[in-house]
């Protein structure tokens, strides 16, 4: 505890950076996003694998680039599972809060940091894949039309981090706020609940996996 209060406490109040720093450092230690890292990486390595080795046409890549970050979009949720935790109670248990407190941090802010924070950490978990595969089907192609591909497909994995990131985020630390102590279960229930009730039922029901699946889809197909 006293090193990790040690390792988070400098700087906290100079900046809106500062803070979201702070409050990165605290999360390094939930076991989503740490498995997220590890997992994102093992997907950017056996994409980038199936990059070099499958076939060097333009639409199988962007297929494989979707995949990739689809994969990816579900490790992703498993980090949000870890920011849809008390992670108020915890910060305060180690003493964190406190210390925010102590350099003129208002609990909202640290409350906005902590999401941003969270945010940044989901939005590695595909930005890394996604490079990882581009960086390979670079690699891969010959020609100047297919290096422009896997180019935009590197362009393209940012902002797609972000709306992940930026939809699992806010939803995770809003789940802990709405039900305190079973943030997690709510999390899955409105993530995984209508995406489970479409596939039950075979009919569409909107969901952010579907969403998220479509939209990654439609990319892919663009590509053709």
């Not at 039922?201 to 990319?219: D, F, K, M, R, T």
């Amino acid at each position: 505890m006293t090193s990790l209060t040690a390792e988070s406490s400098p700087r906290i109040a100079g900046s809106p950076r500062a803070l979201v720093r702070f409050c990165s450092n605290a999360q390094k230690r939930l076991w989503g996003l740490r498995l997220g890292r590890l997992y994102g990486f093992g997907i950017g390595v056996s994409y980038a694998v199936l990059a070099l080795i499958g076939p060097a046409s333009v639409g199988a890549a962007a297929q494989l680039w979707a995949r990739a970050l689809g994969a990816a979009s579900w490790v992703a949720g498993i980090g949000a599972l870890s920011l849809a935790t008390e992670l108020a109670a915890r910060d305060a248990a180690l003493g964190l809060t406190g210390l925010a407190r102590l350099r003129g941090v208002r609990e909202h802010e640290l409350e906005r940091a902590r999401t941003i924070a969270g945010a940044q950490r989901l939005g590695m978990t595909v930005v890394v894949p996604g490079l990882m595969l581009a960086l390979a089907l670079l690699l891969r192609f010959r020609t100047l039309h297919g290096s422009l591909a896997a180019l935009a497909l590197a362009l393209l994995t940012f902002p797609y981090a972000a709306l992940v990131a930026g939809t699992l985020a806010p939803l995770a630390r809003a789940c802990s706020a709405w039900l305190p102590g079973r943030g997690r279960l709510l999390l899955l229930a409105l993530v995984l609940g209508p995406w489970l009730l479409g596939s039950g039922i075979g009919l569409h029901v909107p969901s952010i996996p579907g969403a998220l699946a479509w939209l990654l889809e439609q990319v892919a197909r663009s590509f053709r």
